[in-house]
């Protein structure tokens, strides 16, 4: 099968050389996983979450320090604006430190006369909610995988069935590896962008699958192989798939350089999933279905032996 590849049509190499990169990089997406962990955000560890905005603009490295020297605790502090600001304070293993904390750097940004600060909200997540809302998450991305399951047992021969869902195990696995590398916060919203990211792989795989099915289906006398007749169905759907994607992908990059701190998680796990979503519904949605002996004959209309006698009958 490998000899069969290597000395196929190009688009045939392109396709399996794609594979081998994907492989390695789930590889290397999951070590990382192991080792790094995921950089879980407050919505899912608890702590103290507080909105304030100063009088004047202030630089966010400044003000950083600033509230350092008050600070005795681990906190984040992004920036919404030139003047709006969010600090996150981790949870602490007490709960009256963590409040002389917050009181501590409030009470010194809002008495400072350079910064000014008034406080806008202060709230605090148990990290009771946010076990729940962890549970909660994962339970309907499960649910969601399922659900995929069983469509496209339905809808597809299980070869391309079985194509389409590690090309969207592939996408997710690929997608937290990113932000475990690279340790951006995943909270909700991220989680959100996990549950359209399978709506959006899946959709680009049955693209590709339902053109695969067609041409399989139309193939007669076994003209054409089954690695000439993928790379056909891939070339009719290509145009379609790369404008539907760069649209997406326009929408989502303003999203990313304009929506401030609290979406920029959210639209670079889209943006991730979009691109190796379509890469994934070439390499590996097409491509492992082919390893797994897909052809025309999966889709003849099999007769039974008293139906065949008949038929060739004079």
Known sequence: MLNTFLKGEKGTRLRFMGMLLSAILVLLSVFTLTQKGLNFGLDFTGGYLTEFTTSQSVELKELQS???KNH??????????NSHFQLREAPSASTTSTTANSLDWQS?????????AQVLSSAYIGSQVGDELFDQGCLAMFAAMIAVMIYLAVRFEWRLALGSVVALVHDLILVLGLFSLLQIEFNLTVLASLLAIIG??????IIVGDRVRELLR??????????????????STLTRTLITSGTTLATVASVWLLAGAPLQGFAIALFTG??????SSICIAATLPEL???SAKNYEVKVDAHTQTLLDMP
């Not at 605790?73 to 919404?80: D, M, R, W």
């Not at 010194?108 to 000014?116: C, G, L, M, R």
């Not at 979009?274 to 890469?279: A, K, M, S, Y």
Request: avoid cysteine; charge should be negative.
């Open 292 to 294: 797994l002996g897909l």
């Open 274 to 279: 979009i691109v190796v979503g379509t890469f």
């Open 72 to 81: 005795n605790g681990e906190f984040e502090l992004t920036a919404q604006g």
């Open 200 to 205: 959006y792989s899946l959709n680009d795989s």
């Open 66 to 68: 600033f509230i350092a």
């Open 218 to 235: 139309v193939q007669s006398n076994n003209v054409l192989s089954p690695a000439t007749i993928i790379n056909n169905a891939i070339k």
């Open 108 to 116: 010194a940004v809002t008495q400072s006369d350079d910064i000014n």
